[in-house]
C-alpha cells in the first residue's frame, strides 16, 4: 500500500505530528503538500520535544527522504533555520528535497499578511502571520515566485518587479506603509540560491519513481479539514487545500495512487484563531481541557479556544477526505471528567441538523444537541491495549467511531512516541 495520506479531521492541532511519527520506520518518504510554516506540529521522543513547522514531521525518522512538494509555500530563511536547528540535535536533514514549483513566501507578503489583519479589525481571521495567504493570493493571481525562479535572475527581477507593482501601491497608498525595492527583494531572495540548488529536484518525478518502486510514501497535511479553503468554515480558514485531495495536486500524484487516508482526531475539540466553533466552551471546563490538554499553539503560542467532540463535524471529514481509518489523541486528556459530553447534531434555529450545515450562517448558529458519556479516573496514559483501558473509555471510544463514520485504529493516551493504543494496523 504505498501512497498514505495523513490529515487533520478539525481545525488544527489533532496531533499529525505524532500521529506522522508513529509510521515514521515503516515510511520511506514523507511528503508536506500544503501550507508553509503557519503549521506547528510537536513530536516527543524520550525525553527529547521536537517543534515543526515548515518541515514534514517525518523528517525525524532516520533514513526517511523528506520532500516539500510543489503546493507547499516556503519561507526560505525559516528553512535554513529549522534545518539548522535539527541539524544541532543531530538529526540528518541531508536527503530533503524541495519541489522547484512551490511558492516562495517573501517580506511583502509577511508584511501584508499582518496589515491586512490590521485593516480587517473585528472581522479579522486571526492568521498566523506568516505571510501565507497573500503567497498563496500571488499564486492564484500568476503573480506568484518560485523556487526555480531563484536560478534566473533576469526572471527573477522581472517577477519581483511585476510583484512590487502592484503591491507598493498597496502599501504605500491603502496601507500607509513603506514602499518595499526590487532590489533588497532580489538580494534576499539570492542570497538563498547557492546553498537551497542541491535540494531542488522535480519532486513530482521523485515521487513517481518512489512509488514505481513500491516505496512508501506518506502525504502529511498541514492544517486540517475545517480550516481548507474549499471545505471549511470559509472565510475562517487557511488558503490551501489541507484536505486529502490536495495531496494529489500539492504533490502531482495521480489520485488513484492513494490507498489509505488517515485522520488525525481529538476526542474533543480545538481551535486557533477566529471563527465559527459551535462545541466552544466558556466556563471552566474549557478552562480545564486547556489546562489539562496544554493547549496552547505551537506556531504563535495563542491560547487554543477549547470544546466537546463535535461528530457531525468527524463525519463530514471521514465524507469530504474518504477517510479509511481515524487515529484519536489525546483521550487521556479527558481522564478525570465525571461525564462527557459529545455532540451529536445541531439545532439551528429549532430545526436539528444531523450533518455540518453547508450555509455558513446556520453554522454561526448552530447549537450543539449533546449526548452525555459517563467518564474515568484512572491514569490510562500507560495503556497499551484496548482491552486494557477502562470499560466508561473503551465505550467513549466505541461510541464516538459509531457516530464518525471511519473506523478508530488508533488512541493516543500520551503526548510520548511509545504512548498509543494501535487497534488496526494503520499500513494493513
Ligand atoms: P499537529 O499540528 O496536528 O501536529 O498537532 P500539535 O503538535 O500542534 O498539537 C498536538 C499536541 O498534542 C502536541 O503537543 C502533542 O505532543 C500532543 N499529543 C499528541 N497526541 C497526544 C495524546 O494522545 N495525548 C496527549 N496527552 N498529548 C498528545
Ligand atoms: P497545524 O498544522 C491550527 C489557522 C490560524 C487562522 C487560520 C488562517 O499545526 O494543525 P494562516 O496563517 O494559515 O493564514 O491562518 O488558520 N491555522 C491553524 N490553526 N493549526 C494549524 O496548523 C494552523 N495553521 C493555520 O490560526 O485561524
Ligand atoms: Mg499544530
Same mark, same amino acid.
Request: overall charge negative; aromatic content about 8%; hydrophobic content about 40%.
Given at each position: 500500500?504505498?501512497? !498514505?495520506? !495523513?490529515?487533520?479531521?478539525?481545525?488544527?492541532?489533532?496531533?499529525?505530528?505524532?500521529?506522522?511519527?508513529?509510521?515514521?520506520?515503516?515510511?520511506?518518504?514523507?511528503?508536506?503538500?500544503?501550507?508553509?510554516?503557519?503549521?506547528?506540529?510537536?513530536?516527543?521522543? #524520550?525525553?527529547?520535544?521536537?517543534?515543526?513547522?515548515? +518541515?514534514?514531521?517525518?523528517?525525524?525518522? $532516520?533514513?526517511?527522504?523528506?520532500?516539500?512538494?510543489?503546493?507547499?509555500?516556503?519561507?526560505?530563511?525559516?528553512?535554513?533555520?529549522? *534545518?539548522?536547528? *535539527?541539524?544541532?540535535?543531530?538529526?540528518?536533514?541531508?536527503? *530533503?528535497?524541495?519541489?522547484?514549483?512551490?511558492?516562495?513566501?517573501?517580506?511583502?507578503?509577511?508584511? =501584508?499578511?499582518?496589515?491586512?489583519?490590521?485593516?480587517?479589525?473585528?472581522?479579522?481571521? #486571526? /492568521?498566523?502571520?506568516?505571510?501565507?495567504?497573500?503567497?498563496?493570493?500571488?499564486?492564484?493571481?500568476?503573480?506568484?515566485?518560485?523556487?526555480?525562479? *531563484?536560478?534566473?535572475?533576469?526572471?527573477?527581477?522581472?517577477?519581483?518587479?511585476?510583484?512590487?507593482?502592484?503591491?507598493?501601491?498597496? +502599501?504605500?497608498?491603502?496601507?500607509?506603509?513603506?514602499?518595499?525595492?526590487?532590489?533588497?527583494?532580489?538580494?534576499?531572495?539570492?542570497?538563498?540560491?547557492?546553498?537551497?540548488?542541491?535540494?531542488?529536484?522535480?519532486?513530482?518525478?521523485?515521487?513517481? $519513481?518512489?512509488?514505481?518502486?513500491?516505496?512508501?510514501? =506518506?502525504?502529511?497535511?498541514?492544517?486540517?479539514?475545517?480550516?481548507?479553503?474549499?471545505?471549511?468554515?470559509?472565510?475562517?480558514?487557511?488558503? &490551501?487545500?489541507? /484536505?486529502?485531495?490536495?495531496?494529489?495536486?500539492?504533490?502531482?500524484?495521480?489520485?488513484?495512487?492513494?490507498?489509505?487516508?488517515?485522520?488525525?482526531?481529538?476526542?474533543?475539540?480545538?481551535?486557533?484563531?477566529?471563527?465559527?466553533?459551535?462545541?466552544?466552551?466558556?466556563? $471552566? &471546563?474549557?478552562?480545564?481541557?486547556?489546562?489539562?490538554?496544554?493547549?496552547?499553539?505551537?506556531?504563535?503560542?495563542?491560547?487554543?479556544?477549547?470544546?466537546?467532540?463535535?461528530?457531525?463535524?468527524?463525519?463530514?471529514?471521514?465524507?469530504?477526505?474518504?477517510?479509511?481509518?481515524?487515529?484519536?489523541?489525546?483521550?487521556?486528556?479527558?481522564?478525570?471528567?465525571?461525564?462527557?459530553?459529545?455532540?451529536?447534531?445541531?439545532?439551528?434555529?429549532?430545526?436539528?441538523?444531523?450533518?455540518?450545515?453547508?450555509?455558513?450562517?446556520?453554522?454561526?448558529?448552530?447549537?450543539?444537541?449533546?449526548?452525555?458519556?459517563?467518564?474515568?479516573?484512572?491514569?490510562?496514559? #500507560?495503556?497499551?491495549?484496548?482491552?486494557?483501558?477502562?470499560?466508561?473509555?473503551?465505550?467513549?471510544?466505541?461510541?464516538?467511531?459509531?457516530?464518525?463514520?471511519?473506523?478508530?485504529?488508533?488512541?493516543?493516551? #500520551?503526548?510520548?512516541?511509545?504512548?498509543?493504543?494501535?487497534?488496526?494496523?494503520?499500513?494493513?
Amino acid at each position: 500500500m504505498p501512497a !498514505i495520506v !495523513i490529515i487533520g479531521a478539525q481545525w488544527g492541532d489533532e496531533g499529525k505530528g505524532k500521529a506522522t511519527d508513529l509510521l515514521g520506520s515503516r515510511i520511506d518518504y514523507v511528503v508536506k503538500f500544503n501550507g508553509g510554516n503557519n503549521a506547528g506540529h510537536t513530536v516527543v521522543v #524520550g525525553n527529547e520535544k521536537y517543534a515543526l513547522h515548515l +518541515l514534514p514531521s517525518g523528517i525525524l525518522t $532516520e533514513g526517511v527522504t523528506p520532500v516539500i512538494a510543489n503546493g507547499v509555500v516556503v519561507d526560505i530563511e525559516v528553512l535554513f533555520e529549522e *534545518l539548522d536547528a *535539527l541539524t544541532a540535535r543531530g538529526v540528518d536533514v541531508s536527503r *530533503l528535497k524541495v519541489s522547484s514549483n512551490a511558492h516562495v513566501i517573501t517580506q511583502y507578503h509577511r508584511t =501584508l499578511d499582518k496589515v491586512t489583519e490590521r485593516f480587517l479589525g473585528k472581522r479579522q481571521i #486571526g /492568521t498566523t502571520g506568516r505571510g501565507i495567504g497573500p503567497t498563496y493570493a500571488d499564486k492564484i493571481n500568476r503573480v506568484g515566485i518560485r523556487i526555480q525562479d *531563484l536560478f534566473d535572475e533576469n526572471i527573477l527581477r522581472q517577477k519581483v518587479e511585476a510583484a512590487l507593482d502592484q503591491k507598493n501601491h498597496l +502599501l504605500v497608498k491603502i496601507y500607509n506603509r513603506r514602499a518595499i525595492t526590487v532590489d533588497e527583494i532580489v538580494a534576499d531572495l539570492l542570497s538563498y540560491a547557492d546553498r537551497l540548488r542541491p535540494m531542488v529536484a522535480d519532486t513530482s518525478l521523485l515521487l513517481h $519513481e518512489a512509488l514505481e518502486a513500491g516505496k512508501h510514501v =506518506l502525504f502529511e497535511g498541514g492544517q486540517a479539514t475545517m480550516l481548507d479553503v474549499d471545505h471549511g468554515t470559509y472565510p475562517f480558514v487557511t488558503s &490551501s487545500n489541507s /484536505t486529502a485531495g490536495g495531496a494529489a495536486t500539492g504533490s502531482g500524484i495521480g489520485p488513484n495512487r492513494i490507498e489509505r487516508v488517515i485522520a488525525v482526531v481529538k476526542a474533543y475539540t480545538t481551535r486557533v484563531g477566529a471563527g465559527p466553533f459551535p462545541t466552544e466552551l466558556f466556563d $471552566e &471546563s474549557g478552562e480545564w481541557l486547556r489546562a489539562r490538554g496544554f493547549e496552547f499553539g505551537t506556531t504563535t503560542g495563542r491560547p487554543r479556544r477549547t470544546g466537546w467532540y463535535d461528530a457531525p463535524i468527524a463525519r463530514y471529514s471521514s465524507r469530504i477526505n474518504g477517510v479509511t481509518d481515524f487515529v484519536l489523541t489525546k483521550l487521556d486528556t479527558l481522564t478525570g471528567l465525571e461525564t462527557i459530553p459529545v455532540c451529536v447534531a445541531y439545532d439551528v434555529d429549532g430545526v436539528r441538523h444531523d450533518e455540518v450545515p453547508a450555509s455558513q450562517s446556520d453554522f454561526h448558529h448552530a447549537v450543539p444537541i449533546y449526548q452525555n458519556f459517563p467518564g474515568w479516573s484512572e491514569d490510562i496514559s #500507560g495503556v497499551r491495549r484496548f482491552e486494557d483501558l477502562p470499560k466508561n473509555a473503551q465505550d467513549y471510544v466505541t461510541a464516538l467511531e459509531a457516530m464518525s463514520g471511519s473506523r478508530i485504529s488508533a488512541i493516543g493516551v #500520551g503526548p510520548g512516541r511509545e504512548a498509543i493504543v494501535v487497534r488496526h494496523d494503520l499500513l494493513d
